[in-house]
């Protein structure tokens, strides 16, 4: 099993969703981090001065597919995140040991 | 499986059947309502033994446009009906005094509801972790300043008043302390009136202490701005009783209560001696000059100046709350500026409201435009700031001026507003979190002086003892010019110098400042003893109480359960 965490643009969540759902993956996390890459920060005017924001507001996907459903899963989340400006993210993969569904107690492929 | 789709059938049936049941009800129910209205006309069938009763009472007639409600059979009169010369008149006089209590208490109350605008802007402005704080601050302001002015600051401010003209009264304030220099009489603050007790149990004076009372809890409220997120909580309770029982009450009875500032004209020839129709210096100056000497005993917050003395800027938190409490408290002003005639029959309240009204969009308008001219974008915090810079401004001009000369005092003052952020926050590097220095203090002291220029004659005959109208240097009164100059020079020395003189005094006894780990967490959790935004730290701050309880038991499912429940 394989544990793929995607770090992308907010407003580029539903797509994501939506193309990940359509792929038939099940279940998927969220979260709101922030974070920067070579995109860096942005610079904002409040009351006549200027502050840099350095960490922008991103939305990270995780999800646990089978190894076999590994590199189109992958393929999908680019493809549906991407805008083509800097910013766009970046997709981390990583091996899972096991999962286990709370439920049922059931352990790895079929937990997923 | 039959038996679980006849409990099914069961239980529809039982819920259309109680449905209708409900139905017929409600049906029954309005019928009967509506029965009962129709009929509540129709007399009663009368017993036969009293028919000289019924015959002589006339039926009630309805009124529904109101043209014949309200007649001389409501002149209180011996004879029902046939009221005298004497009683008609005594009606009249009763009814224009009623009308100006109605009035100010009413506006009273609009300005009242200025401490949530107050609250809401501060709170806004600043940050999210010190949102408990700040609003604590705002809310204690109102209830503290009440109470330290009715026990001794409205005694000290209006002890020596005299009569309140416009809303009969007995006079019973009546005791001001005076000196006497260069041969003059120098009213300095008043000796009746402590706690509302004794012979000014009166209606004339709790109108006028209402009304006076909320002018009072605006300049209290003012510092909180400047001194938010870092300030320590139990200073500021003393705080509050301080300018509400002792620097505002004194500048205020040398304006409003008879004393020597107002005495210039009649004493010195000044003009209409010092004039401030509703407050840009005794209520928005005393704010912004406390302010201003608060935030330099407390200090800047914590990364607001970098080494170098460059500042750097502490975005607020809530935009929308902030723009929010600035329309409240543009609402409010409705109060504060034409409820200060305290008289609903002096119809000049139509001019200073519109006057109010156009000084807050010039100031609004200007300062937008400065801040989007020089730096690039039209800042929605200074574009707030602005509005209030044009009302503070146009409070103490607004019955004197014309709507022409009401536009350009709040355009400058929404220039003006900007000019003094920036200098106090660059040049003197002090730190405002809401700009309160420069909105009260400063466009205050404008707004007097304006006065001096613009007044053109139309309103003010008498005040403050002096015959004829007021007028400013452009039409041909320079010496008001003059007392309009040495009234904020007073209110600075003598404000600023109580007012840190207090807060030293403060800071070596009590300490003023929260510790640098407080801050820097928010003063939240350890001034009120909680968040004020508790779900922003967590779920788990609210879920953890759960563990043990009965909510967190659940019954054990069979397998089998659930798996047929999921094919139905």
Not at chain 2, 188 to 196: A, C, I, R
Not at chain 2, 246 to 251: D, Q
Not at chain 2, 396 to 405: I, Q, T
């Amino acid at each position: 099993m394989k544990k793929i965490e995607a770090i992308i643009k907010p407003f580029k969540l539903d797509e994501v969703k939506e193309a990940l759902i359509g792929a038939g993956v099940v279940g998927m996390t969220i979260s709101e981090v922030r974070g920067f890459g070579r995109q860096k920060g942005h610079t904002e005017m409040y009351r006549g001065g200027e502050y840099t924001i350095d960490f922008l507001p991103k939305m990270k996907v995780e999800v646990a597919v089978p190894d076999d459903r590994a590199d189109k899963v992958i393929e999908l989340i680019a493809s549906a995140a991407k805008t083509g400006s800097i910013g766009d993210g970046k997709v981390f993969v990583s091996t899972l040991e096991d999962v286990v569904r709370i439920r049922t107690g059931e352990h790895g492929d079929s937990a997923i | 499986m039959r038996m679980n789709a006849l409990i099914q059938r069961v239980r529809d049936l039982r819920t259309r059947v109680a449905g209708r049941i409900a139905l017929a009800l409600a049906v029954a129910l309005v019928a009967a309502l509506v029965g009962s209205g129709l009929a509540q006309d129709k007399p009663l069938d009368k017993p036969a033994e009293a028919p000289a009763a019924a015959a002589a009472a006339p039926a009630p007639k309805p009124d529904p446009g109101g043209t014949a409600t309200g007649g001389i059979a409501d002149v209180p009169a011996k004879e029902a009906g046939k009221p005298t010369l004497v009683e008609v008149a005594d009606a009249v006089g009763h009814n224009k005094v009623s009308i100006n209590v109605m009035w100010t208490l009413l506006t009273g109350f609009l300005v009242m509801f200025m401490q949530a605008g107050f609250a809401l802007a501060e709170t806004g402005f600043t940050r999210a972790r010190n949102v408990a704080h700040t609003m604590m601050m705002n809310f204690m302001v109102y209830a503290i300043g009440m109470t330290g002015y009715w026990i001794m600051g409205f005694a000290l401010q209006m002890g020596g008043l005299g009569a309140i003209g416009t809303m009969g009264g007995a006079g019973v304030l009546d005791h001001e302390f005076t000196i006497s220099l260069f041969g003059k009489d120098f009213g300095l603050w008043g000796l009746k009136g402590f706690f509302l007790a004794g012979s000014t149990y009166d209606v004339a004076v709790f109108t006028l202490f209402l009304f006076q009372m909320v002018f009072m809890d605006t300049a209290a409220t003012i510092p909180t701005g400047a001194m938010a997120e870092r300030w320590k909580f139990s200073s500021f309770c003393i705080y509050g009783f301080f300018i509400s029982m002792i620097t505002y009450p004194l500048f205020a009875n040398w304006v409003w209560g008879g004393g020597w500032l107002s005495q210039l004209g009649k004493n010195f020839g000044l003009g209409h001696g010092y004039v401030d129709f509703a407050g840009s210096s005794v209520v928005h100056m005393v704010g912004g000059v406390t302010a201003l000497a608060g935030a330099l005993v407390l200090g800047p917050r914590l990364g607001k100046y970098n080494k170098n003395g460059t500042p750097n800027p502490i975005p607020g938190h809530n935009i929308p709350m902030a723009i929010l409490g600035c329309f409240i408290l543009a609402f409010g002003w409705f109060g504060f500026n034409p409820g200060s005639t305290l008289a609903g029959t002096d119809l000049r309240i139509a001019v200073i409201a519109v006057n109010t009204m156009l000084a807050s969009a010039s100031g609004a308008i200007f300062a937008m435009c400065y801040m989007w001219l020089r730096y690039g974008k039209p800042d929605p915090s200074m574009a707030a700031n602005g509005m209030l810079a044009g009302l503070v401004a146009i409070t103490a001009p607004c019955a004197f001026v014309s709507s022409f000369w009401a536009f350009v005092i709040g355009a400058v003052a929404g220039v003006l507003v900007c000019w003094s952020v920036f200098f106090i926050e660059r040049t003197f590097k002090v730190d405002d979190p809401v700009g309160a220095i420069s909105v009260h203090g400063t466009c205050g002291a404008w707004g007097v002086v304006s006065l001096g220029i613009f007044a053109d004659g139309t309103y003010g005959d008498g005040f403050n003892s002096v015959q004829g109208t007021v007028r400013g240097v452009l039409y041909g009164d320079g010496s008001q010019l003059i007392a309009q100059i040495i009234g904020p020079i007073t209110n600075f020395v003598f404000i600023f110098g109580a007012s840190y003189l207090f807060f030293k005094v403060l800071d070596a006894v009590l300490g003023m400042r929260v510790s640098a780990a407080d801050e820097l967490e928010g003063l939240d959790v350890p001034e009120m003893g909680a968040h004020g935004y508790p779900e922003v730290h967590g779920p788990s701050t609210i879920v953890r109480g759960l563990a043990g309880t009965a909510a967190s038991w659940t019954p054990a499912v069979p397998a089998g359960a659930m798996t047929a429940e999921r094919s139905r």
